[in-house]
């Protein structure tokens, strides 16, 4: 199972970003997904969960009105877009997998597969 993160850059206070997490999970469309971040010196902290179906979506507070997940079973695809970011956003964002996809999941223990982490860095 691998998850690759990809789409992080450097972008100014305001701006857009758009990450994405490839999965080569053969059941992708039966497994819950969610973003999360880890600052440096920090905890990993969760931002975005999803589950199999779209159905059911729950975000952060800290992100809540700016970020959107969203999920293309046919294409094995998680994506999160990043809109008016924020200097306090800037992070190694992770996408993560968890196998009851019925349920979201917001804590990092609760996840079973991982990628690799896509470096977000937001200037003031």
């Known amino acids: 199972v691998q998850l690759q993160a990809s789409g992080g850059g450097l972008v100014q206070a305001g701006g857009s970003l758009k990450l994405s997490c490839a999965a080569s999970?053969?059941?992708?469309?039966?497994?819950?997904m969610g973003w999360f971040r880890q600052a440096p010196g920090e905890e990993r902290q969760f931002v975005a969960t999803i589950n199999r179906n779209g159905g059911s979506i729950y975000y952060a507070d800290s992100v809540e009105g700016r970020f959107t997940i969203s999920r293309d079973n046919a294409k094995n695809m998680l994506y999160l877009q990043m809109n008016n970011l924020e200097p306090e956003d800037t992070a190694v964002y992770y996408c993560a997998a968890h196998g009851d996809g019925a349920m979201v999941a917001f804590r990092a223990s609760e996840y079973d597969y991982w990628g690799q982490g896509t470096q977000v860095t937001v200037s003031s």
């Open positions: 999970l053969r059941t992708f469309n039966k497994w819950t």
